[in-house]
């Protein structure tokens, strides 16, 4: 799979399938995208890689576990590291460029959802992190 940021300064590809596609409604993700909320997925850190642009990318410390990197020419949010999850990288799966290959399967700090934005759908709904998933609980 390969992606990359709105202006086209940045390109990437996965070396291996995404995993761990959900939704996020925290207030962070809100903030950072924009939007009600945004849809994660998961690859080791090693598997996602730059195919151009990599000197274009900034990162911002987000939460006092983590930082999310961006585009620094046209702000599309890329991905975010987490200290308690060192070995992956969670990437927003709008920037793949078949962003329908990765199906979310659940929704993580719901209880921070803005209230007009319900979802339709039926996907497991997890107050804040899931269970076992690390993070803040």
């Known amino acids: 799979m390969e992606g990359g940021c709105l202006c086209g300064a940045v390109r990437f590809s996965l070396a ?8 996020c409604h925290c207030r962070i993700c809100q903030l950072n995208s924009g ?16 195919e151009q642009g990599e000197d274009r990318v900034a990162t911002i410390k ?3 576990f983590g930082h999310r ?14 200290d308690y999850e060192p070995e992956t990288l969670d990437f927003s799966v709008a920037t793949l460029d078949r962003p329908e290959a990765v199906v979310p399967q659940f929704h ?3 209880a921070s959802r803005i209230g007009w ?3 339709a ?9 899931r269970p076992g ?3 803040p609980a």
């Open 16 to 23: 291996s399938a995404p995993f761990d596609a959900g939704w």
């Open 35 to 50: 939007s009600p909320a945004m849809v994660f997925a998961a690859v080791l850190v090693g598997d996602y890689r730059f």
């Open 62 to 64: 987000s939460s006092d």
């Open 69 to 82: 990197a961006f585009c620094r020419d046209c702000g599309t949010p890329l991905y975010m590291r987490v």
């Open 108 to 110: 993580i700090f719901y």
């Open 117 to 119: 934005a319900e979802p």
């Open 121 to 129: 759908d039926r996907l497991s709904r997890h107050p804040r992190s």
């Open 133 to 135: 998933h690390g993070g």
